[in-house]
Structure formats: structure tokens, C-alpha cells
């Protein structure tokens, strides 16, 4: 029962997680913005999500580490949960040290003035946001191929 309940909690907050960053991946779409809206709408974002999506990603990943731990008997069920674990751990570390950075930057930013060269910063923090988002997107796949089998019927 330990299993069942720590694989539905890492599906869980592994769904939320990757879903907020599909969601933002939408509402951050640059085109028809110009620099006030973005400015606006990025510093709303910082404000709502920097306390809680990091929270939910470092249980997200203590989650999947931990069904690791209780998949070492299956090869690949483990492999699986193993490659999800890095894929998190990928969006962690583009967080911290890609989109983070800028998320400063552009916190300091009067939204009625935005700098000259805004567009470049926000192109930069797209690009990274994609590749986080394939990440997490792969992570949550893992965990569900992990899965799968399990919930088939014998």
C-alpha cells in the first residue's frame, strides 16, 4: 500500500509541476506582447510561483527518489523512475541557474519602462524555459511508463 500511495503522490505533484510549466509556456508566449505586458505579466509570475514551484519540485524529485528506492527490485521500473529523477533534477538545476538569474533581473524592471534590450532577456528565458519544460515533460513520462504495467490488468 506504501507503493501505491507514494506512486500516486509522485504522479500527482509530477502532473502539477509539469503542468505549470506547460501553463506558462502558453501565457508566455511572446507574440502580441509588448514590453509593459510582458514586464507585467513576468513580474506577476515571479510573485506567485517563485516560493511554491520550487517547493513542489524538490518534493516532487524527494518523491521520485524515494520510488526509486522501492523499484530497485524491477530493473526497469527502476531505470525509469532513475531517468525521471534526472530529468527533475535537469528542471531544478535550469531553474536555479538559467531562469532564475533573469527572473531577478527582470523583477528590477520598471514595468512602465521597460530597457532597451528587454527582448533579448526575454527570448533567453524562453529558450531555457523550453528546455526545462522538455525536461520535466520527459520526467513525467518516465514516472508514467514506470507505471503502466503496474496497472494493467494480469
Not at 520510488?67 to 527490485?73: F, K, L, T, V
Not at 528565458?125 to 523550453?130: C, E, L, N
Not at 522538455?134 to 514506470?146: E, T, V
Request: aromatic letters at 8%; one cysteine or more.
Amino acid at each position: 500500500m506504501l507503493a501505491l500511495t507514494l506512486s500516486f503522490a509522485n504522479l500527482l505533484l509530477a502532473s502539477l509541476v509539469v503542468g505549470a510549466m506547460f501553463g506558462v509556456w502558453l501565457i508566455f508566449n511572446p507574440k502580441g506582447l509588448d514590453g509593459q505586458r510582458y514586464v507585467v505579466l513576468h513580474q506577476q509570475a515571479i510573485r506567485t510561483m517563485n516560493t511554491a514551484m520550487p517547493a513542489l519540485g524538490a518534493v516532487t524529485i524527494a518523491l521520485t527518489l524515494a520510488a526509486a528506492a522501492m523499484a530497485r527490485a524491477d530493473r526497469e521500473r527502476l531505470a525509469l523512475i532513475v531517468g525521471a529523477a534526472g530529468a527533475f533534477l535537469a528542471v531544478a538545476a535550469i531553474t536555479r541557474f538559467a531562469n532564475q538569474p533573469i527572473n531577478a533581473v527582470v523583477a528590477s524592471w520598471p514595468a512602465a519602462t521597460p530597457p532597451a534590450d528587454w527582448t533579448h532577456l526575454r527570448d533567453s528565458w524562453r529558450r531555457w524555459h523550453i528546455v526545462r519544460l522538455a525536461c520535466g515533460l520527459a520526467g513525467l513520462a518516465g514516472l508514467i511508463l514506470a507505471d503502466l504495467p503496474r496497472l494493467a490488468p494480469s
